[in-house]
C-alpha cells in the first residue's frame, strides 16, 4: 500500500477521531484527579479490547504520604514481522477539576480548543486510529506493537516512568505522541531535566534581642540562590532556574528554615552531569555558619540527544511526509517528556507525532483538525514501515 491509500483510510476515521476528541477534552483528568484520569483510561482499555489488542491494566498504590494517582494501561499488538514498535501517549493534563466545564471542547474554524485538546488527548488517539486505519488497510510491517497510557506524565512520570523504563529496551524504535510543534515540526531532541528540593535548617532568635544568637536560614538559601543562577551561561545548553523560594515566619524572628525548588536542564548527558556537580558543591557548602541543608531530588529525566538512530528516523518521517504533499522539520526542545526515557534506554525515539497543536497548559490551547488526517497517516505509515 502506497501513503496517499492510507490516508485515504484515515480520512475515513477522521469522524470518529473527532467526537471521541471531544469526549475526551470533555473530562477533568489532571494528574491529581485519579477518578477523571480513570475515565480517561477507561476509553483506552475499551478501544484496546474492541480493536483486538492485549491489555493489562496497573492500578498505582501510594505509598503513605503519596497521592492517589490513575491506573497505567497497556495494550500488546502482535503484527506480520518487522520493527517491534512502542508507542506512548499520556491520559492526564495539568487542569483542575471544573476547567471542562469552564472552558468546554469547542470547535472554531480548523482549529479545536479545550483543556488537554494537544496535550495530550490529540495525540493519545492518534496512537489508535493510527493503529486501526493500518489493521483495516491490512498492513502489518512491525512485528510488536506496545502502546502505554500514562496517568502521570504531567508531574515527572513517577508511577509509569519505571514501568516505561522497564519495557523500553525490547522495542527497536519509540514513537511519543506529544503534539507536534506549532509550526508542525516533529521533536529529536529534549533537554534532560533535574529537579531539586532543597531544605535550609537554622535556628530561631529574636531579631531585635539577640540576633546573634540565631542561624540565619533565609539569608544561607538566598547566597546559594545567586551562586545557582549563575552558573546560567557556562554550558550552551544549560539552564539553571530556582523558581520557588519560601522562608521565615515573622519579621521579627531569626527564620530557622528556608526552602528553594530548582530546576536543572541541559542538553546532553555530559553537561548535565557537569550542571549537577556543581549544584551539589553549591549545596554543599552552607554560607552562613550553623545552617544545614538537605537536598531532595524530585525526579530525573535523561537528555534525548539525536543520535544516529534517531537521525534516521528523522529522515524516513521526511520522506513519508514528502510523499503526502507535506514539508517536514525536525527540532530540539527544551520541555522533557517521556522520550526522555525511553531513548534514556537506549531505544532510538522520535517525539512530536501526534497532530499539531499549541497553547499547552494554557486557556488557549489549541488543536489544528486540519492536520489530523496527514499527521495520523505520517504516524501509521511509521509504524507500519509504509
Request: charged share 25%.
Amino acid at each position: 500500500m502506497d501513503v496517499q491509500a492510507l490516508r485515504d483510510v484515515v480520512a475515513r476515521m477522521e469522524r470518529g477521531f473527532r467526537a471521541e476528541l471531544e469526549a475526551m477534552v470533555s473530562v477533568d483528568c489532571g494528574s491529581y484527579s485519579p477518578d477523571g484520569v480513570n475515565a480517561i483510561v477507561d476509553r483506552c482499555e475499551r478501544w484496546f479490547r474492541e480493536s483486538g489488542w492485549e491489555v493489562e491494566r496497573r492500578r498505582h498504590v501510594p505509598r503513605p504520604g503519596e497521592p492517589q494517582l490513575g491506573d497505567l494501561v497497556i495494550g500488546r499488538l502482535a503484527g506480520d514481522g518487522g520493527p517491534d514498535v512502542l508507542l506512548v501517549g499520556h491520559t492526564d493534563t495539568v487542569f483542575d477539576e471544573g476547567t471542562a466545564a469552564a472552558r468546554p471542547f469547542r470547535a472554531e474554524g480548523s482549529r479545536a480548543y479545550g483543556p488537554g485538546v494537544s496535550d495530550m488527548k490529540g495525540g493519545l488517539l492518534a496512537g489508535f486510529v493510527a493503529v486501526d486505519a493500518l489493521r483495516a488497510a491490512r498492513v502489518g510491517g512491525f512485528g510488536s506493537i506496545t502502546y502505554v497510557c500514562n496517568p502521570d506524565e504531567e508531574i515527572g512520570s513517577p508511577f509509569s516512568g519505571p514501568v516505561i523504563r522497564e519495557v523500553a529496551p525490547a522495542h527497536d524504535v519509540a514513537f511519543v505522541l506529544e503534539c507536534a510543534r506549532a509550526n508542525g515540526d516533529i521533536v529529536s531532541a529534549r533537554k534532560g531535566v533535574t529537579d531539586h528540593v532543597v531544605t535550609f535548617r537554622g535556628r530561631a532568635a529574636h531579631a531585635g534581642v539577640e540576633p546573634e544568637k540565631g542561624r540565619h536560614a533565609v539569608l544561607a538559601a538566598a547566597h546559594a540562590i545567586v551562586e545557582l543562577q549563575a552558573l546560567n551561561g557556562r554550558w550552551p545548553g544549560v539552564t539553571v532556574n530556582v523558581g520557588v523560594a519560601r522562608g521565615g515566619t515573622r519579621p521579627n524572628v531569626v527564620p530557622e528554615r528556608a526552602e528553594l525548588e530548582i530546576d536543572v536542564r541541559a542538553a546532553t548527558a555530559e553537561e548535565q552531569e557537569a550542571a549537577e556537580r556543581e549544584v551539589a558543591a553549591i549545596l554543599s557548602a552552607p554560607r552562613v555558619e550553623g545552617v544545614e541543608i538537605d537536598v531532595r531530588s524530585e525526579g530525573t529525566h535523561r537528555p534525548m540527544e539525536k543520535g544516529p538512530a534517531t537521525a534516521a528516523l528523522v529522515e524516513r518521517a521526511r520522506a513519508i511526509a514528502a510523499d503526502l504533499g507535506m514539508e517536514l522539520a525536525d527540532t530540539a526542545t527544551g520541555g522533557a517528556s517521556d522520550g526522555n526515557t525511553t531513548s534514556a534506554a537506549g531505544t532510538p525515539t522520535l517525539d512530536g507525532l501526534g497532530p499539531v497543536g499549541g497553547g499547552a497548559h494554557g486557556e488557549d490551547e489549541w488543536l489544528d483538525l486540519d492536520s489530523v488526517v496527514p499527521r495520523v497517516t505520517l504516524l501509521a505509515a511509521l509504524i507500519g514501515g509504509v
